[in-house]
């Protein structure tokens, strides 16, 4: 009796074209994310209201901010490995039905202390569903497709913001900020049905286990379907993780060098990315600019990075994955000095602060683009977790990092300048990233830039 076949699981992802599973795990992490954004976004909309309902300062509602993006970093920590334990699908059900639920219940807050504390919750489920998502989305991906197929997932997020700012509008002006919170947490919910229903679970997490065998080989017929043969059996071509513990493989000798320089250049991204959403508008008034220009600008900053996402991931498919973060971040660099020395005009502003958004939001979504491709399946929604989680306190310090500055009286000039150093640092690590980060067999490894539909290897390192 001759053996099954046995086929190499990327290989046959690689080798085939884009089918309607995987575009049907695109649209519905894509939706995940959608949700995602508009929940954390809520706050920000909802905030006048809340400091007129309650009466209280802007330096009070500080809480209520920070709260929500300490949710999101132990989210993001707490998920990962719990994916790689339970499965991403698990945990992408449970992380909808809590953040909802928590965020419906936040609306029942009677002051900030409760408000905080129900935010910090919701935000736990957020982080935990974002980096879930996307890697479930990079686990379905061919090689070639990978970095494209995550990046759109990532315009979830931009898109969910723009959602809330609408929705929030409406409903505060129909009713009250109470409903648009209820209407935020009954969204998620509700999908996790539909996502229950229709969104299977990874390939790659079923191939780790032998007893899933039947599962697998079902659910890989449908990824293409009619073409493999009926009795084949599917392996990983991937080194070990080099631990039973996820958290502490990231740190193994092996992946030691990519997870710093992943975290530290991350950690740079959003560094700039949060303290320009949190002070852009205020800086722009504070120079004379009116309400409604701040706003036009901040808007622009936003558009800029959804398109910047689109394009990022077709790019690191084209040029090579480090290659392309490192020259945009470089040249948001450069867009900062020019912004820093431009006439006080909205026009020009507003087009420099445009390009600026899609350097650097597109920088940061290729932060986890670069993680999902670094780490083997044992640990990736662990790695793509923790540099997100880890990336959350630099979005914390550069929130905190704005208010400081402002305090001290800067003009949206020297704040600019000052960003150049989070930038250099992001820099300087995906150069290390990219030129001494080694494979598992201990080889360093350029980038890779390559169109080719198989045998890639399954970490571009």
Not at 198 to 210: C, D, G, T, V, Y
Not at 315 to 336: E, K, P, Q
Request: hydrophobic letters at 55%; aromatic letters at 8%.
């Amino acid at each position: 009796m001759s053996q099954p076949p046995t086929l190499d699981l990327q290989s046959v992802i690689d080798g085939n074209k884009v089918g309607g599973m995987q575009r049907r795990v695109l649209l519905l992490c894509l939706g995940v994310l959608i949700l995602d954004g508009l929940d954390v976004a809520l706050v920000s909309f909802i905030a006048p209201s809340l400091i007129t309902d309650w009466g209280i300062s802007k330096a009070q509602l500080g809480p209520v901010v920070t709260s929500g993006l300490f949710g999101l970093a132990i989210g993001s920590l707490v998920a990962g490995p719990l994916a790689d334990r339970f499965g991403r699908r698990r945990v992408i059900i449970s992380s909808l039905l809590f953040f909802g639920a928590m965020s419906a219940a936040t609306a029942l807050a009677p002051d900030v202390l409760w408000f905080s504390v129900l935010r910090l919750l919701t935000g736990i489920g957020l982080g935990a569903a974002m980096p879930n998502a996307t890697t479930l989305v990079s686990e379905y991906a061919p090689t070639r497709r990978r970095s494209a197929m995550m990046a759109i997932t990532y315009c979830g997020m931009t898109a969910g913001a723009a959602i809330a700012g609408y929705l929030t509008s409406v409903v505060v002006q129909i009713a009250s900020w109470h409903w648009a919170l209820v209407i935020g947490g009954v969204l998620p919910v509700a999908y996790a049905a539909a996502v229950a229903a229709a969104l299977p679970e990874s390939p790659k997490f079923l191939a780790r286990r032998s007893e899933n065998h039947a599962e697998l080989a079902a659910l890989m017929n449908r990824v293409v379907p009619g073409m493999l043969p009926a009795d084949a059996r599917f392996t990983l071509d991937e080194p070990p993780a080099g631990s039973a513990l996820p958290f502490v493989a990231l740190l193994t000798r092996r992946f030691r060098l990519g997870t710093l320089s992943i975290w530290i250049g991350f950690i740079g991204a959003f560094f700039i990315v949060y303290l320009m959403n949190s002070w852009l508008p205020i800086l722009m008034t504070d120079v004379g600019f009116s309400l409604t220009a701040a706003a036009t600008i901040g808007l622009l900053l936003q558009v800029g990075g959804t398109v910047g996402n689109i394009a990022i991931g077709w790019l690191m498919d084209r040029f090579g994955l480090h290659r392309v973060v490192g020259i945009g971040m470089s040249c948001a660099a450069v867009m900062l000095v020019l912004i820093s020395v431009a006439p006080r005009d909205v026009a020009v502003l507003g087009a420099l602060v445009f390009v600026l958004g899609m350097f650097t939001n597109s920088v940061a979504t290729g932060f986890p683009i670069l993680s999902a491709s670094f780490y083997p399946t044992a640990i990736r929604a662990t790695g793509t977790s923790w540099a997100t989680g880890i990336a959350r306190f630099g979005a914390i310090a550069g929130a905190a990092m704005g208010t400081v500055l402002v305090a001290a009286g800067l003009e949206y000039q020297q704040v600019f300048l000052a960003l150049l150093i989070p930038a250099a640092v992001s820099i300087t690590a995906v150069t290390v990233k990219g030129r001494l980060a080694v494979r598992p067999a201990g080889t360093a490894v350029p980038d890779l830039v390559t169109s080719a539909p198989r045998k890639l290897p399954e970490e571009i390192v």
